[in-house]
């Protein structure tokens, strides 16, 4: 699998990742928070075939770019189900305080544990992973063939989401850190949203969570 990184800037500088089959160059984009088109000319130079949009949560900065990207390529949209909260709602998903009223359409919405696999990517198995806490819909997307984890604002590299948006609630967040995360093999790669990458290990056994 070939993990390509975007950072997009538009709104907030978000980490947008295509997760992409190396074998058929096609696979997934998560959380493309802002400039669209930027996006699109990364997926046609690379040559990258899209399935699916998979969102971490549904905040402004990461589904910034989702509704054009829909509709150039009609492809799924997918959030946890919790999502539809923000999805239809700008004062949850944040755009109405910060940048216009973003409300997603034809949003398909999975549960806990759902599996992300394609047969046209057959090396993509994606683990959707409820951790809510940052947001009440918040899943990490968790590939346990290659270790690596798209884990949204629940955790970045020292350091973990904000908990004073609607639906947010600290409590809840450090038990899906602990739980769902940390308790991943300590090799799992973290790849964020607005951080640099980092590992189980490193954050289990660093300044934060080392010491709880
Ligand atoms: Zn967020």
Redesign the pocket.
């Known amino acids: 699998m070939k993990i390509y990184p975007v950072t997009v800037q538009e709104l907030i500088p978000t980490n947008a990742y295509f997760y992409i089959d190396e074998d058929t160059n096609h696979g997934v984009l998560i959380d493309p928070g802002s400039e669209a088109e930027r996006l699109l000319s990364v997926m046609r130079s690379q040559g990258f075939q899209l399935e699916a949009l998979l969102l971490t949560?549904g905040?402004f900065?990461?589904i910034g770019a989702v509704e054009e990207l829909r509709q150039e390529l009609n492809i799924p949209v997918i959030m946890q189900e919790n999502g539809r909260d923000y999805a239809e709602n700008p004062n949850w998903n944040l755009s109405a305080q910060f940048h216009g009223n973003f409300i997603l359409q034809n949003v398909t919405y999975q549960k806990d544990g759902a599996v992300i696999a394609y047969p046209e990517a057959p090396g993509l198995h994606l683990k959707l992973i409820h951790t809510p806490g940052?947001?009440t819909d918040g899943c990490i997307y968790y590939d346990e063939e290659h270790h690596v984890a798209f884990v949204?604002?629940t955790i970045f590299a020292g350091s973990f989401?904000?908990t004073d948006?609607p639906g947010g609630n600290e409590a809840v967040l450090y038990r899906s850190i602990r739980d769902k995360i940390l308790t991943l093999p300590e090799e799992t790669i973290l790849l964020s949203?607005h951080s640099e990458e980092t590992t189980v290990g490193r954050e289990k056994n660093g300044p934060i969570w080392g010491r709880r």
């Open positions: 949560h905040h900065d990461h940052h947001t949204g604002d989401g904000r948006f949203g």
